[in-house]
């Protein structure tokens, strides 16, 4: 049976096509709320018998589950005929509750009375206990009936009560531990609505189901209308591109939250269902296009809580951004260390380049000039961290004794490695790493110009300069004609044919000559499946297409690879990346790319495998198509912050297969605004700007 995933702030569910979670089918499946699961069992029985699924549909557009249900005959003495009771499901969340929407429609000529039997059971596991982590002392839970609802409370370790609470809009004939029960008087033809309400926090005068239903059905309905209210229109003429972008665009503002600085994309549900400093970065970045809200949240979400002093228990150091922020029992007792956590090499470098990115969109000086502080003291962490290593890359190594081995995006244990298997030890230096340390002083020196530091940043500029010189000496392997995936702890490449390479084309710190030869390999056979780039050559030792990250395809590495591609003017392999990607999102339910897809050769008539674990929705999986579509277009923007105007540029502008017609309507810089219609010609794209503000400019360019 099918999942379907609903998510508002802190809560999520993870539901069946009856709108139902039953751990007997899936055991990670439950309403999770702030890194703990609420209910790990919801089932409602007509004559303690399990509905049948006529439909379930998962309203992207407005967040709502909707699941179209049967009775049975079952053989129950008092029964209905099978198909003689029809059930319409509605299930929506709010920030700490879920609610749901019951519609019987009796088709019976006769009328009848209905038992219905509501199960309810909350383990309040913390969500690293439903990943498999093992614990050897939890709390103590307590359930209860209190005048006809159903209470379940956890007495957490760190001293939190923790409670679900379930009650109807209708009375009850009885509640016991685990379940509740009424009889339903259904008349011929007429239909009757039950409420039902699981609430995580309850409070003294909760609204009355129905009300509290109505409220938040209205409410999921507005965030979704004003998300796509704010952002840029991008409409093709293939009805299964729509749908793909439409999707896309709902799964990341339904895994986004409202955090203090703004909306802040949560990674994915179920596994990383909290702010990630490299997830929510570069998932801001892909959606700079069309949604330059998102890069505000992000930035100023990371630089409130950037690392102020040296905990070597959280990998912490002043100046360093976020890697994950956990909820949940088990990081509040520093059972794991993900409380605030900060093992990560790149986030730093990656929060550097979004801040230059967004303010070339959007013009916002005020807001990144307030960042300044927070900007520079990254770079400074940056400054340090080369300066401890030998040979003045920026490295990573492990400090806290539960953190992450690796800490790059590949962050396994087993992806870094030498070209005969060998993990690499000591600390390491990874290629994408340095290209983005490169994007970073370039994107701070791009911010220093603008508020009138000038030397400041020529000085970066001049840094930038000799870490290329420096990167392209050290990294370049003629052996595989591509740069290294790393240095290890003694400085030996490891001599490895991966994506991580097609990153150093994104930030431009490789050279047209190798930007070249990684385009040759990465578009291989060897590299790409068909549907996608693996992230390890299959010639490589631990290629393995089932695994994580030696040879599993992710669609947001994927994303950054066509970018940087086309920055170098391989435009025909960014549409081919577009264009695998796209087949794989016609080729798995709702249009919705999973986190990554097993590496296997595509095949005639077979799709995609999936990776059994995948988290989907991702948000950077979803953010793909948009950053795809800025790299075949050839987009770029350049302002003149002194004259206030714009330039859009649009260089040698390409559509994937499939699409004649492309359609950005409301495409926003700052205060200027631009419509524009890529359609497809005999010989090439042609580009039609149908609409834009006096302060921007339009340059096309071949």
């Given at each position: 049976?099918?999942?379907?995933?609903l998510?508002?702030?802190?809560t999520?569910?993870?539901?069946?096509?009856?709108?139902?979670?039953?751990?007997?089918r899936?055991?990670d499946?439950?309403?999770?709320?702030?890194?703990?699961?609420?209910?790990s069992?919801?089932?409602a029985?007509?004559?303690?018998?399990?509905p049948?699924?006529l439909?379930?549909?998962?309203?992207?557009?407005?967040?709502?589950?909707v699941?179209?249900?049967?009775?049975?005959?079952?053989?129950?003495?008092?029964?209905?005929?099978a198909?003689?009771?029809?059930?319409?499901r509605?299930?929506?969340?709010?920030?700490?509750?879920?609610?749901?929407?019951?519609?019987f429609?009796?088709?019976?000529?006769?009328?009848?009375?209905?038992?219905?039997t509501?199960?309810?059971?909350?383990?309040?596991?913390?969500i690293?206990e439903?990943?498999?982590?093992?614990?050897?002392?939890?709390?103590?839970?307590?359930?209860?009936g209190?005048?006809?609802?159903?209470e379940?409370?956890?007495?957490g370790?760190?001293?939190?009560d923790?409670?679900?609470?379930?009650?109807?809009?209708?009375?009850?004939?009885?509640?016991?531990e685990?379940q509740?029960?009424?009889?339903?008087?259904?008349?011929?033809?007429?239909?009757?609505r039950?409420?039902?309400v699981?609430?995580?926090?309850?409070?003294?005068m909760?609204?009355g189901?129905?009300?509290?239903y109505?409220?938040?059905?209205?409410?999921?309905?507005?965030?979704?209308?004003?998300?796509?209210r704010?952002?840029?229109?991008?409409?093709?003429?293939?009805?299964?591109f729509?749908?793909?972008?439409?999707r896309?665009?709902?799964?990341?503002h339904?895994?986004?939250?409202?955090?203090?600085?703004?909306?802040?994309?949560?990674?994915?549900?179920?596994?990383?269902?909290c702010?990630?400093?490299?997830?929510?970065?570069i998932?801001?970045?892909?959606?700079?296009?069309?949604?330059?809200?998102?890069?505000?949240?992000?930035?100023?979400?990371?630089?409130?809580?950037q690392?102020m002093v040296?905990d070597?228990?959280?990998?912490?150091e002043?100046?360093?951004?976020?890697?994950?922020s956990?909820?949940?029992?088990?990081?509040?007792?520093g059972e794991v260390p993900f409380?605030?956590?900060?093992?990560?090499?790149?986030?730093?470098?990656?929060?550097?380049m979004l801040?230059?990115?967004?303010?070339?969109?959007?013009?916002?000086?005020?807001?990144?000039?307030?960042?300044?502080?927070?900007?520079?003291?990254?770079?400074?962490?940056i400054?340090?961290?080369?300066a401890?290593?030998?040979?003045?890359?920026?490295?990573y190594?492990?400090?806290?004794?539960?953190?992450l081995?690796?800490?790059?995006?590949?962050?396994s244990d087993?992806?870094?490695?030498?070209?005969?298997?060998?993990l690499?030890?000591?600390s390491?230096a990874?290629?994408e790493?340095?290209?983005?340390?490169y994007?970073?002083?370039?994107?701070?020196?791009?911010i220093?110009?603008?508020?009138?530091r000038?030397?400041?940043?020529e000085?970066?500029?001049?840094?930038a300069?000799?870490?290329?010189k420096?990167?392209h000496k050290?990294f370049?392997?003629?052996?595989i004609?591509?740069y290294?995936?790393?240095?290890?702890?003694?400085?030996?490449?490891?001599?490895?044919?991966?994506?991580?390479a097609?990153?150093?084309?994104?930030?431009g710190?490789?050279?047209?000559?190798a930007?070249s030869?990684?385009?040759?390999?990465?578009?291989?056979?060897?590299?790409?499946?068909?549907?996608?780039i693996?992230?390890?050559?299959?010639?490589?030792?631990r290629?393995?297409?089932?695994?994580?990250?030696?040879?599993?395809?992710?669609?947001?590495?994927?994303?950054?690879?066509?970018?940087?591609?086309?920055?170098?003017?391989h435009?025909?392999?960014?549409?081919?990346?577009?264009?695998?990607?796209?087949?794989?999102?016609?080729?798995?339910?709702?249009f919705?790319?999973?986190?990554?897809?097993?590496?296997?050769?595509?095949?005639?008539?077979?799709?995609?495998?999936?990776?059994?674990?995948?988290?989907?929705?991702?948000?950077w999986a979803s953010?793909?198509?948009?950053?795809?579509?800025?790299?075949?277009?050839?987009?770029?923007?350049?302002r003149?912050?002194g004259?206030?105007?714009?330039?859009?540029?649009?260089?040698?502008p390409?559509?994937?297969k499939?699409?004649?017609l492309?359609?950005?309507?409301?495409?926003?810089?700052?205060?200027?605004?631009?419509?524009?219609?890529?359609?497809?010609?005999?010989?090439?794209?042609?580009?039609?700007?149908?609409?834009?503000?006096?302060?921007?400019?339009?340059?096309?360019?071949?």
């Amino acid at each position: 049976m099918p999942s379907f995933v609903l998510k508002n702030e802190e809560t999520f569910a993870i539901l069946d096509s009856r709108g139902e979670i039953c751990p007997d089918r899936q055991q990670d499946a439950g309403i999770f709320h702030r890194g703990t699961r609420h209910v790990s069992r919801l089932q409602a029985l007509l004559w303690e018998r399990p509905p049948l699924v006529l439909s379930a549909t998962e309203r992207g557009a407005v967040g709502v589950l909707v699941s179209h249900l049967s009775n049975d005959d079952g053989g129950a003495v008092g029964g209905s005929a099978a198909m003689t009771i029809h059930l319409e499901r509605s299930t929506v969340l709010t920030a700490t509750a879920c609610l749901q929407q019951f519609c019987f429609t009796s088709y019976e000529d006769r009328p009848v009375q209905m038992p219905l039997t509501l199960r309810l059971d909350a383990d309040f596991r913390d969500i690293f206990e439903v990943r498999g982590y093992r614990r050897s002392e939890r709390g103590q839970c307590v359930r209860r009936g209190i005048d006809g609802t159903l209470e379940l409370v956890y007495r957490g370790l760190d001293g939190e009560d923790r409670v679900t609470v379930l009650r109807l809009s209708d009375p009850v004939q009885y509640v016991s531990e685990g379940q509740i029960g009424l009889i339903m008087s259904l008349e011929p033809r007429q239909t009757r609505r039950l409420f039902l309400v699981l609430d995580f926090h309850p409070v003294s005068m909760p609204l009355g189901a129905e009300e509290h239903y109505t409220a938040a059905m209205a409410a999921t309905v507005q965030r979704f209308r004003d998300a796509r209210r704010s952002a840029a229109s991008v409409v093709s003429d293939n009805p299964a591109f729509n749908s793909w972008l439409m999707r896309s665009f709902s799964d990341v503002h339904l895994l986004a939250s409202q955090v203090e600085d703004g909306l802040y994309p949560y990674a994915g549900v179920p596994w990383f269902s909290c702010p990630f400093g490299r997830d929510g970065l570069i998932t801001a970045r892909q959606m700079l296009m069309v949604e330059p809200r998102l890069a505000r949240g992000v930035l100023g979400y990371l630089a409130s809580h950037q690392a102020m002093v040296d905990d070597p228990a959280h990998d912490e150091e002043p100046g360093k951004i976020l890697h994950e922020s956990r909820l949940g029992e088990m990081a509040a007792l520093g059972e794991v260390p993900f409380s605030s956590y900060y093992g990560a090499v790149d986030s730093t470098p990656l929060f550097l380049m979004l801040a230059g990115d967004y303010l070339c969109r959007s013009d916002d000086r005020d807001f990144i000039a307030s960042l300044l502080p927070e900007l520079q003291a990254a770079m400074a962490w940056i400054h340090r961290a080369e300066a401890s290593s030998a040979d003045g890359f920026l490295r990573y190594l492990r400090v806290a004794e539960n953190g992450l081995r690796n800490q790059g995006w590949k962050d396994s244990d087993d992806s870094i490695h030498h070209a005969d298997g060998r993990l690499a030890e000591g600390s390491i230096a990874l290629c994408e790493v340095q290209a983005y340390a490169y994007g970073a002083r370039r994107s701070l020196a791009s911010i220093l110009h603008h508020l009138g530091r000038n030397g400041e940043a020529e000085s970066l500029l001049d840094e930038a300069a000799a870490l290329q010189k420096r990167f392209h000496k050290a990294f370049w392997t003629p052996a595989i004609d591509s740069y290294a995936l790393a240095l290890d702890g003694e400085g030996r490449a490891c001599q490895v044919r991966t994506s991580n390479a097609g990153h150093c084309l994104w930030t431009g710190i490789a050279t047209a000559q190798a930007a070249s030869a990684i385009a040759r390999h990465l578009m291989a056979p060897t590299s790409f499946n068909g549907w996608g780039i693996r992230t390890l050559d299959e010639r490589e030792s631990r290629y393995n297409p089932m695994s994580y990250h030696n040879g599993s395809v992710w669609p947001h590495d994927n994303a950054l690879i066509g970018m940087g591609l086309a920055r170098y003017g391989h435009r025909s392999e960014a549409l081919q990346i577009l264009t695998g990607l796209f087949e794989t999102a016609c080729a798995v339910p709702i249009f919705q790319l999973p986190e990554l897809f097993c590496g296997f050769p595509r095949r005639e008539e077979e799709g995609p495998t999936y990776y059994p674990v995948a988290c989907s929705p991702q948000a950077w999986a979803s953010a793909s198509v948009f950053g795809l579509l800025e790299a075949v277009t050839g987009m770029s923007i350049e302002r003149d912050h002194g004259s206030g105007r714009v330039q859009v540029r649009l260089r040698n502008p390409g559509l994937p297969k499939g699409l004649n017609l492309l359609d950005i309507h409301g495409l926003r810089l700052g205060e200027e605004e631009i419509n524009l219609q890529f359609h497809r010609s005999e010989h090439d794209v042609g580009v039609l700007v149908r609409g834009r503000t006096l302060g921007v400019d339009v340059l096309i360019m071949k």
